[in-house]
């Protein structure tokens, strides 16, 4: 497929990347959580003087709650929108609108360069954390926007434990999907769940997931 990096408003990309020569870019809880952190912060305008005390507010135990005034100036200045997402050990996937032009450009190089920032600093390195730019492919219909949440929610079964139990892997938004979304606006999940036109959406995308193929015959 072709990578798109002239990206257009209103058009979905499927966006990943990994790290340099396949290393982890997490290592613990505490990596994941501020990486999904700041893919919901900087979905909008705003910007974070200080992202550790913000991410100290808002960060508890292993989950997020993000400040009410936070979010609703996030929601008010959105460049982006998050559809799905999942961060495996050294590369992760996500499913991202533009609604801004230049609006997902900004967004990677905002995450990617605070995150980079935060891991070389944490764990004492320098350098490039991942394996050059981010890739990006233009989603071009609806079939394949439902086929790319699917490929990126199935991505923990290569995980040693998790295969067939991906709706309970904790860096997925696939339980976001089929049960409470945890973060609200911040994750536009119906954007794929309103392709089903009945109240039962949640049970529909999840027999959908798991009567789809393997991730690798997606």
Known sequence: MPKIKNHAPEEYYHIYNRGMQKQPI??????????????LVFQGKNSIKNISREIKQNVQSSTLHINPELEKDILQNRTVELISFCLMLN?????????????????????????????????QRSGHLLQGSYKSVLIEDDLQLMHVSVYIHK?????????????????????DYISLNRFGKLLSTGIVLDRYDNNKKAILYRNFVETSPAKEEL
């Open 155 to 175: 991505n923990p079964n290569e995980l040693k434990g998790w295969k067939g139990k991906e709706d309970k892997y904790p860096w997925s938004s696939f339980q």
């Open 26 to 39: 997490f290592e613990t809880d505490k990596d994941r959580l501020r990486f999904l952190f700041l893919l």
């Open 91 to 123: 590369h992760f996937h996500l499913q991202v609108l533009e609604k801004t032009e230049g609006g997902i450009s900004k967004y990677m190089q905002r995450v990617l360069t605070a995150y980079t920032k935060y891991f070389n600093v944490k764990y």
